[in-house]
Structure formats: C-alpha cells, structure tokens
C-alpha cells in the first residue's frame, strides 16, 4: 500500500509539472506567421514600441528556421528580435536614445497596470544566440526585464555582455539574472555560461504579494528545473514586460546612458526567442515541459 501511495503521489506530481496552467498572456508566434503579423494588431505583442524611428517591426523581426523551444510545440515557431544602426528609440521628439540600440516586444495586453503583474504569475521565455548576428560583448545587453509603470526601475533583468557592477574578469559570455536595480546591493539572482546552438528555457515565479521570485532553469527539450530558492526580491511598482534586446553604449564617466555612450556602426545583431508566456500560479501551478 505504501508502495502504491508513493506511485500515486509520484504520478501526481508528474501531472502537475506538465499540466497547462491557466494562462495570463501567450506570446507565442503560430506557424504560419510572418514578419508582416508583427504590424497588425492581432500580433501578440505592442505594435508601437519599442524601436527606432521609422522603423516598423516587421523590418526588424525575424523567423529562424531552427529547432523549436520547448514550450513552442508544434504550433508554434522562434522569432528574432534584431538590431541596426537605426534601432534609436526616441519615446518623445524631445527624448532621442542616442545612447542605446534598442528593440524590444511588449506583450499586447500588458498595458503597466493590467493583472499580469499582480499576485503570484509565472514568467516563460527561452532564448537563443544567432551566429550569424553575434551580440558585441564588449558592451552591455538587457534581454528580458520588467520596467515599473513609472519607469524609475527594473524589477528583473536578464543581462549578457559586459555588464556593470559585476566582478572585474567576469566572463561576459554569461547569462545574468539579476533582481531590482534601484535595490542598495542588485543581486544576481542566477547565472549560467551563454552557451551557442543551445536554447536557455526560464521560467520565473513571480510573487508580486509577497515580493519574491524563484528561478526554473533547463537547455534545449530538458524539462525545467529549479535553480534558486524562493528569493526576496522588490516586484512592487507593476509596469511591462520586454523581451528583445537593449544594447548600452560604452565609455566612462557617463552621466545619461540613454544618450551618452559610444555605439560602433555597422550593427547586425539578433536574439533568438521562443515560448514567451505568463500563466497564473496563484495555486502553485507552474508548468515544467508541454
């Protein structure tokens, strides 16, 4: 009997892990898409923001045809967010980001003060590097973050590249996890080697209640894993999702990153993305494999 209590509770467990969670958004891209689908308001995500002037996104993304991601399945495909000489966001005439090269995706219904950053969600995304359009290390990327409705802070951030603050000699070939920025020590909340032809699957539980967040972690069609404990982490603030990539200018001394910096010309660089979604884990719903 305890034999068979043990199979049942397993089984269970095993249930849970692959169950479909109910889900908050679903920012994966069906099959049969085009770069077209990203300008029309039945994409996913914002057609506005965030990217260069006069550019739209469907000069900016791109379909890979590569190995699907693990939440991809076989209805879904990658996209790729791009950068250029012209990814200048300029959120107002008066407020031109000559410092960054930026193009970011926000989910279409995560408007800054919408129900995806209340209570207890889980964060899904996997991210690929692209060969054929390598990041410049030498500088600073942030690659998936929460920006609060009033844009004083990132509540997460997934960051590669020479990032500030981080131990002089680290290897900037990494994947960083950091927590809120505007706290009085950032911390880094996990980390791994960015390694190519690989995907990097996240899933981050976000308790906006309680102001924690615990860190799942797997490669390529590996079932996701945890990697930290639940951490205390400041979530407060709401605001919007980004997935893509914000590329920060070099130089030292700088006072206004957003306009100060040196960018080098000639910039073709991509991140590969893959099953971007947020499901509610109210009720400890968190989904490991499809």
Known sequence: ?????????????????????????????????????????TSPFGTKFVFGQNLTWSKIIVLPNITRSLFDGIANIPLEVTLSDASIFAPSATNIQTGFRRAELNPASNNGTDP???????????????????????HEYQLVFLEDAKFTTNQFVLKTGTIAGQPAG???????LQGNVNAPVVKNLFNVSFTPNVWHNFALTLNFTANTVQTFYSQNAAAL???????????????????????????????????????E??????????????????????SKFL
């Open 170 to 176: 680290q290897n900037p070939d990494l994947l960083v």
């Open 1 to 41: 009997m305890q034999f068979l209590s043990f199979l049942s509770l397993l089984a269970l467990a095993t249930a849970i892990s692959a169950q479909k969670c109910q889900l908050q958004f679903d920012g994966r891209i069906p099959v049969g898409s085009t770069p077209a689908s990203f300008d029309v308001n």
């Open 116 to 138: 995806s950053t209340l209570d207890v969600k889980t964060l899904h995304f996997s991210v690929r590097k692209d060969n054929a359009r390598p990041l410049n290390i030498s």
């Open 265 to 286: 010309s000639g910039i073709n660089e991509g991140v590969i993305y893959g099953g971007i979604f947020e499901e509610i884990s109210t009720c400890g719903c968190v």
């Open 225 to 263: 894993k945890s990697v930290t404990g639940v951490v205390s982490n400041d979530l407060s603030g709401q605001g919007q999702f980004h997935f893509g990539a914000l590329k920060k200018g070099t130089g030292v001394n700088l006072t206004d990153v957003t306009k100060q910096g040196f960018q």
